[in-house]
Structure formats: structure tokens, C-alpha cells
């Protein structure tokens, strides 16, 4: 075997972020048929994402057995202070928890849409932490990066948000 991945891993990393930032129409859709059709959906995306993996040689799999359901995910939205809508994708529990999302949140602005990550990861002499950051692309090398803005010191999704609309503020 070679490295070790997770489709959870490639789902918050790869899958939804495509789906956001390369097929817009789609995503679009599926938030105006609201979150049990976005669930639907993630679970159809998890199960494609393990039979593609399923035969992969070159990596192991670690989670290629774990079976989801729609209601492991979890959908929720608000409206930001600057009147822009947010949508939280809280993702199942992960089989390890070092470097994979918690959640992925996704802000409709009116240029681009933008999608921040919360993950869960350790800090030297700090220990467990969760980090804040955002997939862009950038348009020059036309590639995706990923920012990092920080951390805080629990998963709650109120506090990410909270962080998220400060991040947005600061740059107005």
C-alpha cells in the first residue's frame, strides 16, 4: 500500500469544492431544493467517491467501508451581518480526525462564491485545535489554493461562522 487517504478527505477536499467552484449551476440547484436534497445528493457523491477508490491500489482507503447515510450530514444556513447567505455542510464523523473538515461552509458573495473549511488539527505544545481556512482559485495558475486564517479552540459552528463574518468584514 502506499499513502493514506479517506473519502472524507476527498469528498471536503476535491469533491464539494469542485462542485462549488466548477459546476455552480449544480450546486445552485441544490440549495433551492434545500437540505434534504443536498444530503441526498452528498450521500449519492460519497458512494460514487468509494466505488471509484474501491480498486485503487496505490492508497489505502482507511473509511472505504464506512457506510453514510443522508442525515450524517448536516445542513443548516443563515444570512451574515452584510446580508450575504451562508450555508453550513457539516460533514460525518470522520474515521481519524487529524486534517479532515468538520465543515465546510459556503458564502454566496456577488462576485464569487467562497468556501471555508473548518478542520480539525494539532498544534505543537497546544495540542488539538480547529483551523480556519478558505479554497480559492487562483486564476493566474489555474489551480485551487487553500488559506489558512487561524484557529479556534472548538468545533462550534456558531464560532466558526462568528469568524467567518469577521473575515469578511475586515476585508470591506
Known sequence: ?????SIHYIM???????????????INLLINQGPDIIKQYFCKLWEDTRQELEYVDDIDIIDIDKQIKPDDFKISYSVLDNGMYLFNFIMPTP???????????LVITKKIPRL??????????VGDCYFIGEWEIDFENNNYVHKNYGTID?????????????ILNSEH
Open 1 to 5: 500500500m502506499g499513502e493514506k487517504s
Open 12 to 26: 471536503s477536499h476535491e469533491k464539494i469544492r469542485n462542485l462549488v467552484f466548477e459546476d455552480w449551476e449544480k
Open 95 to 105: 474515521v481519524i480526525d487529524y486534517g479532515q473538515a468538520i465543515c465546510l461552509t
Open 116 to 125: 471555508f473549511t473548518l478542520e480539525l488539527g494539532r498544534k505543537v505544545n
Open 154 to 166: 472548538e468545533p462550534v459552528i456558531g464560532k466558526f461562522v462568528g469568524k467567518i463574518n469577521e
